[in-house]
């Protein structure tokens, strides 16, 4: 059966935009720099499962998560066995094991992790394949300077042990100008961190930047950039976005990225109300006049937010339809009044382009306060993804 029939709702991603995506960040490197698709949040509320088959498909070799359960999932849905798969951040002592057997990538940034990497490459009789994250300026994680010295040598005198896959950091605010001085300074602090390992060891892939110091510094790449939101088709931030604008000369509301990501819904029931009538639980809203009203099965349990009561749009035919009344656990209730011909089993789009108008993330997001990246990953992860 087909997976959409068993939810309310489901999430359709689009392949061609996702091509699209890579190609234009692909475009915007030198040759040689590596683009690793940063899938942590359950790929940004994407889904793993659906999207890293489609992101494979569109050249990418290389995926970045947060956790070990991210890699595991990962790992069980790469179509090709030469994808790599890299933790930048949480992984056990208890689950080193597995990830160096299955030639997971990790980070490290503490030297009992080093040591208990090299103790279990020991073990299991293969090498661990390590990115080490040096402290630039985000005070985060990472090794700081005092530090360096012993650990590439330490990684060196264990290279039987260790394969160091990259050195690495995270430049911290690049998507607002304000951050400047700060990303130049975390720049020089990475390049004599470098310099420190080139003294001491054969140099591995060199990455630091995400989407926004990607797009904004090209002579920041080094070898790799870890590209989260701006795969998917979002702009990490407005001022990245016209920064892309002006260096490019581009015409006011051009986009070279394409959202990859639509939910969409239907209408369940309708119904006529009288003027003068409340409408949903309490008295949140009151018909000033007689309406149509149309109810459609998602709610706060699907990601939905209260806050979006007597506030939030969705789309039906093309048309903007408000909110009215509570949103509730699993349903709303629409204003459907301005739309004659609207019926059951009308397609309604919560976030999406449908004809010619379209919710986006954005303007989701200031409904409720929140960033694309927040509205993205609390989209539940058992909403079904489709690909079209
Ligand atoms: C270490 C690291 N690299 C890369 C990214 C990707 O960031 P973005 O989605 O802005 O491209 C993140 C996301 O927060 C991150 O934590």
């Not at 911290?172 to 001085?181: I, L």
């Not at 390049?191 to 001491?200: L, R």
């Not at 510094?217 to 979002?234: L, V």
């Not at 007597?310 to 048309?319: A, D, E, K, P, W």
Request: with cysteine; glycine share 8%.
């Amino acid at each position: 059966m087909d997976t959409r029939f068993l939810q309310p709702s489901y999430i359709e991603l689009d392949k061609n935009a996702l091509t699209n995506n890579i190609r234009f960040l692909k475009a915007r490197a030198k040759n040689g720099v590596r683009i690793s698709s940063v899938i942590k949040g359950n790929a940004y509320g994407h889904g793993i499962s659906a999207f890293l088959p489609i992101a494979e498909e569109a050249g990418i070799d290389h995926f970045s998560v947060f956790s070990a359960n991210e890699a595991y999932a990962a790992l069980n849905h790469r179509k090709n066995p030469a994808t790599k798969v890299m933790i930048m951040g949480m992984i056990r002592d208890e689950e080193l094991e597995w990830a160096v057997e299955n030639g997971i990538e990790f980070y490290l940034f503490e030297h009992e992790r080093l040591e208990a990497a090299a103790e279990t490459a020991r073990k299991v009789g293969k090498r661990a394949q390590v990115h080490l994250q040096i402290e630039t300026g985000m005070n985060r994680t990472g090794f700081d300077e005092p530090e360096w010295d012993g650990l590439f040598s330490y990684v060196h005198k264990n290279k039987e042990l260790i394969h160091l896959c990259g050195i690495c950091t995270h430049f911290a605010g690049a998507e607002s100008v304000a951050n400047y001085y700060r990303v130049q300074n975390q720049e020089k602090e990475l390049k004599k961190a470098v310099n420190v390992a080139g003294g001491i060891l054969d140099l591995p892939a060199i990455h630091a930047s995400s989407s926004a110091a990607y797009l904004t510094y090209p002579e920041k790449h080094f070898d790799m950039a870890r590209i989260g939101i701006a795969q998917y088709g979002f702009w990490p931030s407005r001022e990245t976005y016209m920064h892309h604008m002006k260096t490019e000369n581009l015409e006011q509301g051009e986009d070279p990225l394409k959202r990859v990501l639509t939910w969409k819904s239907e209408i369940m029931s309708l119904k006529q109300v009288e003027g003068g009538d409340f409408i949903g639980y309490g008295n949140v809203f009151l018909a000033g006049r007689d309406m149509r009203i149309a109810t459609v099965p998602i709610g706060y349990t699907h990601g939905f937010g209260r806050n979006l009561t007597n506030t939030g749009y969705v789309l039906i035919n093309g048309i903007r339809c408000g909110v009215v009344g509570l949103v509730n656990m699993n349903m709303i209730t629409v204003n459907v009044s301005h739309i004659a011909n609207a019926k059951k089993g009308d397609e309604v789009v919560l976030i999406g382009r449908q004809g010619e108008d379209e919710i986006t993330v954005a303007s989701f997001g200031e409904m409720t306060n929140n960033l694309n990246y927040e509205v993205l990953t609390r989209l539940p992860s058992s909403i079904p993804r489709v690909i079209c």
